[in-house]
């Protein structure tokens, strides 16, 4: 291969690299990620906005 | 995670349309008197204040169990208390156990209901009998909510939570009433309406934007957190009750 194709193939894989995560933090975005803490430790005050 | 709600949220009041404060006060003694105990036990549960899940059942139903758009007792798809769909409870379910997040209370009234789940997590569907039982629907109006509020205080999808801890209920309120893929659900959580940007830095200018295109959960969000509205009661003439912390 001379220098024109190997930064051809240099140029190919870095874009299906990219493109492999680009799709990876998609998907990761759109699953739900409720955990089993959130639920434990959530913890709610009302504040009463005439005592403050 | 500690969060705060102000209640009554400054600019709202409720709608004196849907009655006067003593009448919106004896509907939530009907509630407390009927369903008290099933909403300790769902607020122990699920660590959801039970003024909150009180409010839901009383901007939802009014505290009849079996109120549906379609007629008392006929099965529309969002019969009972809390007015929840029966089409996505399933998943609901399979997924609170999936996370770990059933605790084993939650679980033996599910049990007590027929509800199991199997070795792949999976439950039965959900049917309109289902929805009709008051401390079955209680537990799981309140599983939605616990995950409305888990997915939408986030980290990365913080959209219901202020810098300052503040849980915005307002958005709560807006997605349990509008849904969260539906059409009406898309425009309470897009960013943009129609184009133009949504000011969502206070609760009156988001519920201003829900008005315009959901009339009737702009209405919820007044009744619920607004001045002479449920939470307002429930956490000053009610405090007594046990049910306004």
Redesign the interface.
Known sequence: MNKKEYLLLFLGLTAIAVTGVFIYKSVK?LS?????E?????????????NK | MQYKIEIPTIGLVAPKSKGSRDSLKNMLLRIIKNYGNFIKVASEESNIPASVIASFIAVESGGNPIASASGNGTCHNTIGLMQWNRNYTKSTLEKEYSADRLTDVEKGILRKYGITFNKDGKTRKINCNDQKQPELNILIGSIILGQLISELTSKNKGWALEQDNTLRLDKIISVYNAGMFGTTGKLATDSKLRGVPVDTTSVKKYRDVVATFNPTTKNYIDLIMGKDGFMDILTSDLINERYGK
């Open positions: 975005g739900s990620n409720i955990t089993k959130q639920k434990e430790e959530l913890d709610i005050k009302i504040v009463r906005t005439d």
